[in-house]
């Protein structure tokens, strides 16, 4: 392209410029230029075929990229919204999803579950929620399927504690003594679903999970 088509094609765009910038050239912009680089191009020295042919792949690229980008912005609005059912559908259903957060209501607490990685004693430890430990229950020795935990809602002196949110922690030891991987999930009843920042989130009590953390739907 040669100076004066450029600065004719500056001079074009001169006054969109002013009311709004853009980050990148659009299709639009591409055909301006090359309209504007024909008009001016010195006769003498006429564009040779094979640079049209370049400029014209370059449009068809630009206009193939933005047909991709709102295809993709497409799909990511059709999933959220798909999400966003499922999880609507999912209130008042009764599920198991990762963690470890209990509530206690009425001294009747919600239910949890652990599962080791190999065969150990378990221990579970239940604390209230600023994090003091409230309840130690030995478990005794657990084999590796998915063990339930139901808390009576009682501290160690057997004392009903009051109504709120609490949690579980379970450690195990194998029969040398060392550690052993435990994984803890929680049951509940699926309440409400908020959106945040488009994300769908199910109310389980005062928990916020995500839809992928669902692990079963018991009910």
């Given at each position: 392209?040669?100076?004066?088509?450029?600065?004719?094609?500056?001079?074009?765009?001169?006054?969109?410029?002013?009311?709004?910038?853009?980050?990148?050239?659009?299709?639009?912009?591409?055909?301006?230029?090359?309209?504007?680089?024909?008009?001016?191009?010195?006769?003498?020295?006429?564009?040779?075929n094979y640079?049209?042919?370049?400029?014209?792949?370059?449009?068809?690229?630009?206009?193939?990229?933005?047909?991709?980008?709102?295809?993709?912005?497409?799909?990511?609005?059709?999933?959220?919204?798909?999400?966003?059912?499922q999880?609507?559908?999912?209130v008042?259903?009764?599920?198991?999803?990762?963690?470890?957060?209990?509530?206690?209501?009425?001294?009747?607490?919600?239910?949890?579950?652990?599962?080791?990685?190999?065969?150990?004693?378990?221990?579970?430890k239940v604390?209230?929620?600023k994090?003091?430990?409230?309840?130690?229950?030995?478990?005794?020795?657990?084999?590796?399927?998915?063990?339930?935990?139901?808390?009576?809602?009682?501290?160690?002196?057997?004392?009903?504690?009051?109504?709120?949110?609490?949690?579980?922690?379970?450690?195990?030891?194998?029969?040398?003594?060392?550690a052993?991987?435990?994984?803890?999930?929680?049951v509940?009843?699926?309440?409400?679903?908020?959106?945040?920042?488009?994300?769908?989130?199910?109310?389980?009590?005062?928990?916020?999970v995500?839809?992928?953390e669902?692990?079963?739907?018991?009910?």
């Amino acid at each position: 392209m040669t100076t004066s088509a450029i600065n004719a094609a500056t001079a074009t765009g001169a006054s969109t410029n002013t009311t709004s910038k853009k980050g990148a050239l659009d299709q639009a912009d591409f055909l301006k230029i090359f309209v504007t680089q024909l008009k001016y191009q010195d006769p003498l020295q006429p564009l040779d075929n094979y640079q049209m042919a370049s400029q014209m792949a370059q449009f068809s690229m630009v206009e193939s990229l933005n047909s991709m980008t709102a295809s993709i912005k497409s799909m990511e609005s059709s999933q959220a919204a798909v999400n966003n059912l499922q999880a609507a559908a999912l209130v008042g259903k009764k599920v198991e999803v990762k963690g470890n957060a209990l509530s206690l209501s009425q001294g009747t607490a919600s239910e949890g579950s652990y599962q080791l990685d190999k065969p150990g004693k378990a221990t579970i430890k239940v604390l209230d929620e600023k994090g003091s430990l409230v309840r130690v229950i030995e478990s005794g020795v657990k084999d590796t399927q998915k063990q339930k935990f139901i808390w009576d809602g009682k501290n160690d002196q057997g004392t009903t504690l009051p109504n709120g949110q609490y949690s579980f922690q379970v450690s195990a030891v194998d029969a040398q003594g060392a550690a052993i991987e435990v994984k803890t999930t929680m049951v509940g009843k699926v309440e409400g679903v908020t959106l945040d920042q488009g994300k769908a989130y199910l109310q389980i009590g005062s928990n916020k999970v995500l839809l992928s953390e669902i692990i079963a739907i018991l009910a």
